[in-house]
């Protein structure tokens, strides 16, 4: 089964923190996703990545960065948050070949 | 227009009905297609794919696609209440997953 973890369930930080939110797969997926979801929203993408070192803007990339150092690890990097980057972040993975992407547990972050 | 769009919900129906969910999309390239489920406070679980216009059966759960009509639907056969949810469709559209903003259902006893 794929696995995809999240480094936090919970976060709650202040407003101007750095903020770095990490997810690691263990089934040596090409593609990891970052998405925010809000109420009324739904899910909307917020980087992604096909390989190490590589990445590309999703919907809403404002105020957001990645990292993708090694291939099983994708960070998250809020460099300066706020409070309307109160939301529920989900990781997610998928293959080259596949077209199925498997989502981590979640973080929900608050900024205070 | 928004690129997939879901019946707004929330959707209500007794133990045992069937329960009927719908999808469009706006992209005619769009080929693969996805339901999730969500249960509240947990991330979205993959219970169906479909590619090829027609039906396709998992159990309880069946998936239809219409290209034609740019239209997918997923149906729960005798629903239970561990069935109440969040459903989420999920369309492979300009390149990338494009989700709906989930129907909402609820099984009741």
């Known amino acids: 089964d794929v696995k995809v973890t999240q480094s936090s369930r919970y976060l709650v930080k202040r407003t101007g923190e750095k903020v770095f939110l990490e997810c690691v797969q263990d089934?040596?997926?090409?593609?990891m996703f970052w998405y925010r979801q809000d109420p009324g929203l739904g899910l909307r993408l917020i980087y992604f990545s096909y390989d190490v070192k590589m990445k590309e803007k999703g919907d809403i990339p404002e105020g957001y960065s990645v990292s993708r150092e090694k291939k099983e690890r994708f960070s998250l990097i809020l460099e300066s948050a706020s409070t309307n980057q109160t939301s529920m972040y989900l990781c997610?993975?998928?293959?080259?070949?596949?077209?199925?992407?498997?989502f981590g547990p979640g973080t929900r972050l608050t900024v205070l | 227009q928004k690129e997939v769009e879901q019946n707004s919900g929330p959707l209500s129906v007794p133990e045992g009905a069937i329960a009927s969910l719908n999808c469009t999309y706006s992209d005619r390239g769009s080929q693969s297609f996805f339901w999730y489920r969500q249960y509240s406070g947990k991330s979205p679980e993959l219970i169906m794919s479909i590619y090829s216009n027609g039906d396709k059966e998992d159990g309880r759960f069946t998936a239809q696609l219409n290209k034609a009509s740019q239209y997918v639907s997923l149906l729960i056969r005798d629903s239970q209440p561990s069935d109440s949810a969040t459903y989420l469709c999920a369309v492979t559209s300009y390149g990338k997953l494009t989700f709906g903003q989930g129907t909402i259902l609820t099984v009741h006893p």
């Open positions: 089934m040596d997926h090409e593609n």
């Open positions: 997610a993975s998928r293959g080259l070949l596949a077209n199925e992407q498997f």
